[in-house]
């Protein structure tokens, strides 16, 4: 097992339940999940200098550029050195990877490889609670209360960018800038690719990988 800290991140695209996974990472191995997504959130809700620039963006129905995400990811990973860590949502270009890498060197890299008529599904049918970022799907998460928070009976919205019309586009474009990303850390031997339809079909595989890199914080298999 390793002793050295480890540090993993998950790839994939919108809709392919990055989020699950990473959680139950977390919650299995110890490791620190750190999202790209919560990150800006709370930047955001801060009106940190990144945040108000982040919030400019999304307003804008525009991506986060590169060096306003990078910019809070580095102020992030500083306080997390200590610790094992996984990242989920960063890096998303060849400029972030590269960013990264001038502060450590990555130990795993999952890559979540689904159909795209799977991810054109969940993402139609998907619904965010925009304070937290917290995500319902209508067809296998839904909420209690139709359009509610589960937590605080909040309204529920649809992204724009998860509207049918928009998601083909979406997923073009994560594609296109996750290739360069996908093929450096195959180069380099610690991409590990996982494909199917389902989070819990593939998950105990993904539970494997982890296992032979950092011991489980406890010993239950995988479920």
Known sequence: MASKLLRAVVLGPPGSGKGTVCQRIAESFGLQHLSSGHFLRENIRAKSEVGVLAKQYLERGLLVPDHVITSVMMMELEKKQSQHWLLDGFPRTLVQAEALDRICELDLVINLNIPFE??????????????????????????????IDDITGELLIQREDDKPDAVAARLRKYKDAAKPVIELYKSRG??????????????????????????????????
């Open 190 to 223: 610690v991409l590990h690719a996982f494909s199917g339809t389902e989070t819990n079909k593939i998950w105990p595989y993904v539970y494997t990988l982890v296992s032979s890199k950092i011991r489980p914080v406890n010993s239950k298999e995988a479920d």
């Open 118 to 147: 799977t991810l054109k599904d969940r993402l139609s049918a998907r619904w965010i609670h925009p304070a937290s970022g917290r995500v319902y799907n209508m067809e296998f998460n839904p909420p209690h209360v139709h359009g």
